[in-house]
């Protein structure tokens, strides 16, 4: 740490240098206005975008309440620089923990649940951070975590750091609540697993493991490594939400296993209601079996089919009974499935036309073949027609589509 003595605007004091990353300095600093201590981020800005500026005091000072996060109180634009007065954190950034090597899963758990509450409230405020890594997260040493860096990203440099970016800004999308989600699952797996896994030697190699690679997970199991998963979900719909990852990383911070959740069934699909045709058809089916079972009973003395004096007159008595019965199911079905109505109605057809056809050519002594209602025509032939004329007309009945929604 270095001392110095340097007044900003009349007002900061730089009192010693707490570190820096290459492209800012952190210093410890004093404000003279309010006798407290603060922290001061020295940014150098480009010369050749004045606007800069500008742009980066609205967006550093954006509000966002919530107790895991760093808020900038003050930019100042001095000589080409800018300088961010937060709040000072006695704390370690997650960089320097991790440098060691892998943090317990427990206390990853724990930072991630913190920060992850953060960006939750910042993103109901309408505020994208654009820049979560571990060099932006604060840890105290009693695992206090909180995120600083809000809007320096977005100012200074949209396209953040190259590792931790989402595979859709690396598309060329705007920074969203969903890349957020992303950069903070490569932070976390970083902590856990001890290494960055997508850093490469170059920007390019980096951006195509972003991209097109599947992070390992060799140390991280249980709750933490579901979240992990659901958190580097490529597409960004995919990504698991905070109100279902928070829950889940409390439970990892607190050792236990995430329950197996209980899901519901998946709903049904639904489907159309059967047409006019098929209602009309699917009657037409089960007066036709109604009238063939009263023949059968009635007319042909069926009940007897069990009698094996003459066994074509009891194939035909059976046949009728299977016939009506065949009609009216197949009358049923039609309302509901429609393939299933036309072969249970055509095999009713098939079966009136064979029965009837014994029952008549070989001829019964035990009851004259039906009643005639008409010269030249019977009540058996009258059905049989009735059956022929529902078996053709059935298979034009429209088949009935998918409800959509």
């Known amino acids: 740490m270095t001392a110095v003595s340097r007044t900003i605007a009349g007002r900061y004091t730089l009192l010693e240098k707490l570190g820096g990353d290459g492209t800012a300095v952190l210093w410890r600093g004093e ?10 981020r020295e ?15 609205r967006e550093a000072q954006v509000v966002v309440d919530h107790p895991s996060v760093v808020p900038v109180h003050d930019v100042v634009i001095a000589d080409g620089t800018a300088f961010l007065v937060m709040d000072l954190v006695d704390a370690r950034t997650l960089e320097d923990l991790a440098s060691a090597g892998p943090l317990p899963p427990r206390l990853v758990a724990e930072i991630g649940r913190q920060v992850l509450g953060a960006l939750a409230a910042a993103h109901a405020a309408g505020v994208v951070h654009g820049d979560v890594r571990p060099a932006n997260i604060l840890v105290s040493d009693d695992g206090t975590a909180r995120l600083t860096g809000f809007g320096i990203a977005q100012a200074l440099d949209p396209t953040g750091s190259p590792a931790f970016l989402a595979p859709e800004r690396i598309a060329g999308h705007e920074g969203t609540p969903h890349s957020d989600l992303w950069s903070l699952g490569v932070t976390l797996l970083s902590a856990a697993e001890g290494a960055t896994f997508f850093q490469r030697a170059n920007v390019a190699a980096t951006l195509y ?40 990383l409390a439970l990892a911070a607190n050792g236990a296993e995430a329950p197996v959740p209980i899901l ?18 699917g009657v037409a089916g089960m007066v036709l079996g109604f009238a063939l079972l009263t023949n059968a ?4 003395q069926a009940y007897y089919f069990f009698d094996f004096s003459d066994l074509s007159i009891m194939v035909g008595d059976l046949g009728l009974i299977l016939a009506g019965v065949a009609a009216v199911a197949g009358g049923a079905s039609l309302l509901a499935r429609v393939q299933a109505g036309q072969i249970m109605l055509s095999v009713s057809g098939l079966l009136t036309l064979i029965s009837f056809g014994l029952l008549t050519v ?7 073949l039906g009643l005639a ?7 058996d032939l009258l059905l049989l027609l009735f059956a022929a004329a529902l078996t053709i007309a059935v298979w034009f009945v429209p088949a009935r589509r998918t409800a959509v929604g």
């Open 31 to 40: 404000d003279g206005q309010e006798g407290r201590q603060v922290a001061i």
């Open 264 to 281: 519901p069934a998946p709903p049904r699909p639904g489907v159309s209601a059967p047409s006019v045709f098929a209602i009309l058809a």
């Open 209 to 248: 493991a972003v991209v097109n690679e599947q992070p390992p997970f060799t140390r991280t199991s249980g709750p933490l490594a579901d979240v992990l998963r659901g958190l580097l979900a490529k597409a960004p719909s995919a990504r698991m939400l905070p109100d279902h990852a928070i829950p889940m």
């Open 373 to 379: 209602i008409q010269p030249g025509f019977t009540i």
């Open 362 to 368: 070989i001829g019964e002594d035990r009851i004259h």
């Open 297 to 300: 009973m009635v007319m042909h």
């Open 43 to 57: 940014l150098p800005l480009p010369a050749h975008e004045p606007a800069l500026a500008e742009r980066l005091q």
